[in-house]
């Protein structure tokens, strides 16, 4: 081989010297009996002692290696021996899982047969190999802690997909899940697992029992006299649900936990290991010793300073060792039970991995004198045993077993050569690297070490209104002080234990992302960069399926690593060019979104599709970014996209198809990524057949599209750019500065940030309400499980929600509102932008607000206030842009903006943004209603007027105040705070848009007849169904659909409250167009709900006396106090011409009656003689019976409404003439004919012809066009 390392050129084979008398004295060799005392002291006989130099052979590099066989075949075992049956187990001496027959259910299978994914609800594997007699262990590494049974069952057990390993009577198994064992029947046993946990299954055939171990820790025997004899074989056997996945250890590799007198399932390689731990006793011999030339003597040297130096004497000596020692460094159990162990013990002695430079030269020696394939086999094992070492390692009190392995990682990665091999071919294509920056949380705090750490506990067990803790000191008791104070220095000592690994894992990428490391090829971050856009590929391109993502919680550790190291390198760069952005500064600038020099997959853009925008924006990107787009390319894109989903479905199915016939082990694809750290390519199926069909026929072979990743064949001049080539940055626009921001690389890797956090990390922040809300039960109830809660809540709070952890969420906030802005600079192209940088910005303001309180508060942050501000104006312009089309990404905004209006301090935030923008936005939001969703523009401009509305200043409904109230962060539970600025705003628009008046109006209208008549419908519906003899469920859904209209109904109404009290001339001047046409529908609609609402026994009575579950919001007072504050406005609280058109519009509808007015008040109808009397008892609905919600003023004016409409409908009553049915509308039969068309002289009321034109020009009766409206006198009769 060629030695890369040294720049000579020596074969591992030919270190021999010639036996050429001239040719022993090679420059730099010692003297004969120097170097036969070298070599005796080197390779010492077998019992380690060291005969006197008259009884032991002559040694030279010419007899040296006959010496070394020599001494390794002294005390070989026989390997002959391995390979015969060992008595009392029968099968393959290799043991994996039996992919061929000994499984049921769906499965999915590591490369090694020993890594196993549940694909269905409870499938089931077996091993290929049984026990009759003796004592037999193996492990089971947990890489989930779901349901999973695990242990023994014999051949004849039968599974399915209802019963697995324990459910049969010959199958014993352990469920930690669950912490039962299982055998036909159950009962409690051992402790629950976590994932990371490491399982040992025994089995003693002697005296008929089964136990089982938690992480070396034994749980006592489980099960005894099982059934032994003839026939009765007990094969290791595994039961687990979907998503579960195990990796399991019959011994291929060193027992984590080895059991005395028990036997691992497969033999060590017991020759093998022999050898190899007899040649690195060898290397530690050559390690140790010195040759003094001048003095002609052997000296002793420490370890930590031995360095090759190029002598001649020692390289030759350890060619001879690693002749022999190489190949067996390809084995699996020897890499990591001698090579992995004697690189841990240089590291023991504590200090930075520089101090130990030994494991740098043992590298440079593995390069210098192995093959390169087994250097690259070596160094892959050594990789995956370290992760494997670090990820199931149990959790104690000083984090000890995790610091060493993370130690010997880096050590390993500040090797350049090793490095870059192993981004190249490992970290991301073999192993799921990202666990090396993962931090498991304990699951049992006792073995963590966590009670003397934090002894004493602590919850917050006080909460405001808004469901925030109280930071009040006064409210607390002095005991109670003491105790939180103690809790949090306890978290403090936990929090910088917990910083030494985490500083460890940032080192690893600090080396990963390396950029200065030339030699051999490309830095070592441009390969990690390609590697790692392959790894958001495949996490993007597969959110469905949870067996190929990367696990969430991973995924935060890695967003808050790759953080830091990004930091440190970005301001790195900033200290080295003055001109350069410093971090706190950072943003992604648009180029990347539209110039193709980054891949977003197929991750949905603003504007739609890639290929659409292309198309569409091709002259604007030549026009702004000197962009050019290839013709060739836009022919390609034809509607073959829209069916992009079902080719690749199809061609995914046709691989298992293909595979069928080979007996049910089916290829997967190759880029699936297992959790137990392997790469998963079989598929087992019981019913592969019918789950697997294609959805076309693979007969004929098929054009598939098929995206390509060129993302690693990328170089760094075409990601840094060199020589006028801007690389990354290429199509700068206009708007963008010209000052460089930092590495172009940087950048690459902040948009992955951003996508990574899109991707998962913002669901997994919020699942820490869950321990919270389960420490919260629990006060005074359990306390030993406070207690325990409270030590892993303050586990969570310092790995991922610390103030450090806020800071990197509140950072990346910021990125994405300077991307923002900075990318809505650029006009149109801002459509290239991806959905997810608007995405993140909701996401990480939601959870810096709603998931770090109460342990951290927002309001801390430094530039808060102006961060809200800038995310206020970004969601004020872009909730109606048109240049973002996806429907889910302007719902998204939509329902931001929603939230945002619900708090104080995030309202006046909107407050703040520039005029223009404040008046825009409610331009927008004042847009008509139709061919748009409308509910959360509605519910934004009510939430702007709830606390200014007749009775409208309660945060929850007074029926509700008695039931169990919800969570109180909701924004719909906030306190009213409305925006007297915003409303100001809004009367402006109205009054001074004339056309924008009544479109929104009608619209509104339009709405809230359609939401009234849709609840009355179904509380029909609900009431009938009630009514019925036979017991009756109603459709839970049908009633949240009823809930939700009746909402609608009563947000539709408090718009209308807020037009007419900010704009009542729209309604009352009637110079306006449209008003009188928009009174009389108000009139029109406002006498429905109170009919329908205050009718004596009525549908709405019954139904809101069932308090269904669902219904809960329904009741009279929302409703009505909603209807009253109009009718106020209306008829008291405007001047005397407006209260006049308004009385008269009211009375002339057909439906007014004056008892639903009566109503509000508590008056109701006087009897009939003959009725029977109503009952004494009964409670009606009266305004005055909320004297804590509605003011006496509001009252008194409400008084004024209905002695007013008394005395008007009493004087209308007496003048008003009876008419013929001739002179009544021949529309609505409710009023007399008053309109006559232009040109064909039918006739109408004013009130149904107006209503009709706002939507058809045509004539009710002969369909012509009308032209003009006249109105009609009848002439006088004779």
């Known amino acids: 081989m060629t030695s890369r390392a040294s720049g000579t050129s020596i074969s591992r084979k030919n270190y021999r010297l010639s036996t050429e008398p001239e040719k022993s004295k090679v420059a730099g060799i010692v003297n004969s009996k120097l170097l036969n005392d070298y070599l005796h002291r080197i390779f010492p006989i077998a019992d380690g002692t060291q005969p006197t130099a008259a009884y032991r052979n002559h040694l030279s590099f010419q007899n040296l290696q006959e010496h070394v066989e020599q001494l390794l075949a002294e005390d070989a075992v026989s390997e002959d021996g391995q390979d015969q049956g060992v008595e009392g187990r029968l099968g393959p001496s290799t043991v994996v899982l039996d992919h061929t027959s000994g499984f049921e259910g769906l499965l999915l299978v590591d490369d090694d047969l020993l890594g196993v994914i549940g694909h269905s609800n409870f499938g089931s594997i077996r091993a290929t190999t049984c026990v009759y007699k003796g004592k037999w262990i193996y492990e089971v590494l947990i890489s989930s802690q779901g349901l999973m049974q695990i242990g023994w069952c014999t051949l004849n057990c039968r599974f399915n997909q209802e019963e697995g390993v324990g459910d049969t009577p010959d199958s014993y198994a352990y469920d930690g899940n669950r912490v039962r064992k299982w055998n036909v029947t159950t009962t409690n046993y051992g402790k629950s697992w976590a994932a990371g946990d490491i399982v040992s299954c025994l089995i003693d055939l002697d005296e008929g029992s089964i136990s089982f171990c938690l992480n070396g820790v034994s749980l006592g025997t489980a099960f005894d006299n099982i059934s032994r004899g003839s026939g009765m074989a007990y094969f290791p056997a595994i039961s687990l649900s979907f998503k579960e996945s195990v990796a399991f250890n019959f011994g291929s590799r060193p027992l984590r936990y080895p059991v005395e007198g028990y036997r691992p399932l497969q033999d060590k390689p017991a020759a093998d290991l022999a050898k190899a731990q007899k040649l690195l006793g060898y290397l530690k011999n050559v390690i140790h010793t010195g040759i003094d030339v001048t003095e002609g003597k052997l000296v002793e040297r420490e370890a930590s300073t031995w360095q090759l130096q190029g002598e001649p004497t020692v390289l030759i000596t350890l060619a001879h060792i690693f002749n022999s020692f190489a190949p067996l460094m390809c084995k699996v159990y020897l890499v990591e039970d001698v090579l992995m162990n004697f690189l841990l013990s240089i590291l023991e002695g504590g200090g930075s991995v520089e101090a130990h430079p030994l494991v740098q030269q043992l590298l440079d020696l593995m390069w210098l004198l192995m093959e390169d394939y087994e250097v690259h086999e070596c160094l892959k094992q050594l990789l995956m045993s370290l992760l494997r070492a670090y990820r199931f390692s149990p959790i104690v009190p000083d984090l000890g077993l995790q610091i060493h392995y993370l130690r010997l990682t880096i050590a390993v990665l500040k090797h350049e050569k090793s490095r870059k091999y192993l981004l190249h071919n490992v970290l991301f294509d073999v192993l799921r690297s990202v666990v090396f920056f993962y931090i498991k949380s304990p699951l049992r705090v006792e073995e963590a070490g966590l009670q003397e750490l934090i002894p004493t506990t602590w919850w917050p067990n006080r909460f405001n209104k808004e469901g925030k803790e109280s930071k009040e000191i006064k409210d607390e008791t002095s005991e109670e002080r003491l105790r939180r104070r103690a809790y949090e220095r306890g978290c403090q000592r936990l929090k910088k234990r917990i910083e030494v690994v985490e500083e460890l894992q940032v080192q690893i990428l600090k080396l990963l992302l390396n950029n200065k490391d030339h030699g051999g090829g490309g830095a070592s971050r441009y390969i990690f960069l390609n590697k790692f856009r392959k790894f958001l590929q495949e996490n993007a391109s597969n959110r469905g399926n949870l067996t190929v993502l990367c696990p969430p919680e991973y995924m935060v550790c890695f967003l808050h690593r790759l953080i830091s190291a990004l930091k440190h390198y970005w301001d790195e760069y900033n200290m080295k060019n003055s001109l350069a952005m410093s971090s706190e500064d950072a943003y992604v600038p648009p180029q990347l979104f539209y110039n193709g020099k980054v891949d977003y997959f197929d991750l949905q853009r603003l504007g739609g599709l890639l290929s659409h925008l292309k198309k569409t924006l091709k002259d604007e990107l030549a026009s702004k970014a000197n962009i050019l787009i290839d013709p060739a390319e836009l022919q390609a894109v034809t509607m073959d996209d829209l069916d992009e989903d079902e080719e690749s479905a199809v061609s995914a199915a046709q691989r298992p198809a293909a595979a069928l016939a080979i007996g049910g082990a089916l290829a997967r694809p190759s880029w699936l990524s297992s959790p137990t750290l392997g790469r998963a390519n079989r598929f087992l199926s019981t019913a592969a057949v019918s789950l697997m069909t294609p959805r076309r026929s693979p007969g004929a072979l098929e054009k598939v599209k098929v995206r390509m990743l060129n993302m690693e064949q990328r170089t760094e001049e075409d990601i840094e750019g ?17 000052q460089p921001i930092t590495e172009n690389s940087l950048l690459e890797i902040l948009d992955g940030i951003v996508m990574m956090y899109n991707l998962s990390v913002h669901q997994q922040l919020g699942k820490r309400s869950d321990i919270h ?41 910021r990125v994405c509102i300077r991307t923002i802005e900075h990318g809505d600079r650029i006009g149109s192209l801002f459509a290239f932008m991806p959905e997810f940088y608007l995405s993140v910005a909701m996401n990480s303001y939601s959870a ?36 973002i089309v996806g429907t889910d990404i302007r719902d998204s905004l939509m329902q931001a903006l929603a939230s945002y209006v619900c708090y104080p301090h995030s309202l006046r935030a909107v407050e703040r943004i520039p005029e223009l923008q404040r008046i825009s936005m409610m331009k927008n939001l004042l847009a ?3 061919q748009r969703p409308w509910a959360q523009t509605n519910w934004i401009l009510v939430r702007l007027w709830r606390g200014c509305g007749f009775g409208y200043r309660y945060t929850r409904l007074p029926h509700l105040l008695k039931t169990k109230p919800e969570d109180a962060n909701l924004p719909s539970l906030q306190k009213p705070c409305p925006s007297t600025l915003l409303q100001r705003h809004m009367a402006d628009l109205l009054r001074s848009d004339r056309e924008m008046a009544p479109s929104f109006l009608n619209s509104v209208l339009n709405q809230l007849n359609w939401a009234f008549s849709e609840f009355i419908g179904m509380i029909q519906e609900i009431q009938q169904a009630a009514e019925r003899l036979e017991r009756n469920f109603v459709d839970s859904r049908q009633l949240k659909v009823c809930a939700t209209c009746f909402d609608l109904s009563v947000s539709l109404l408090r718009v209308l409250e807020m037009t007419v009290t900010l704009a009542p001339e729209i309604f009352l001047d009637w110079s306006r167009p449209s008003s009188e046409l928009l009174l009389r529908r108000l009139a029109q609609l406002l006498n429905q709900v109170l009919n329908r609402v205050t009718a004596e026994r009525n549908l709405f009575d019954r139904v809101v006396n069932l308090r269904l579950p669902g219904l809960e919001s329904v009741d009279h007072y929302p409703i009505l106090v909603a209807v009253t504050g109009i009718l106020v406005r209306l008829l008291v609280d405007t001047d005397f011409q ?30 009939i003689l003959g009725m029977a009397s109503a009952s004494a008892d009964k409670k009606h609905f009266s305004l005055q019976s909320y004297t804590d919600y509605i003011s006496q003023e509001e009252l008194a004016k409400v008084e004024q409404m209905l002695g007013h409409l008394s005395e008007e409908s009493k004087q209308a009553a007496a003048s008003t003439l009876p008419t013929s049915e001739e002179d009544l ?54």
């Open 722 to 738: 060199s020589h006028g080539n801007e690389g990354l940055l290429l199509g700068r626009p206009a708007e963008e500065p010209e």
């Open 773 to 813: 809300d389960e420490l919260v039960k629990s006060q005074k109830v359990f306390s030993e499980k406070l207690n325990h809660l409270s030590r892993r809540l303050a586990w969570i709070n310092v790995t991922i929600y610390s103030k450090e952890k806020m800071q990197d969420i509140y950072w990346l906030l």
């Open 848 to 883: 810096l607000k709603n998931y770090f309180s109460p342990v951290n508060s927002m309001e801390e942050l430094p530039g808060y206030e102006e961060t809200l501000t800038r995310l206020a104006a970004i969601l004020a312009k872009h909730f109606a842009d048109s240049r």
């Open 928 to 930: 008509p209603y139709e």
């Open 1138 to 1167: 407006g209260a006049e058109r308004a009385t008269a519009v009211l009375l002339a509808d057909p439906c007014f009656q004056l008892r639903s007015i009566q109503y509000l008040l508590g008056n109701t109808e006087p009897l």
């Open 1225 to 1278: 509308c021949p529309i609505c039969y409710a009023h007399p004919i008053s309109a006559v068309f232009k040109p064909c002289s039918h006739k109408s009321c004013k009130a149904c012809i107006n209503q009709h034109l706002m939507n058809n020009k045509d004539c009710f009766f002969c369909k012509a066009t009308i032209t003009g409206v006249d109105d009609y006198m009848k002439p006088a009769t004779s």
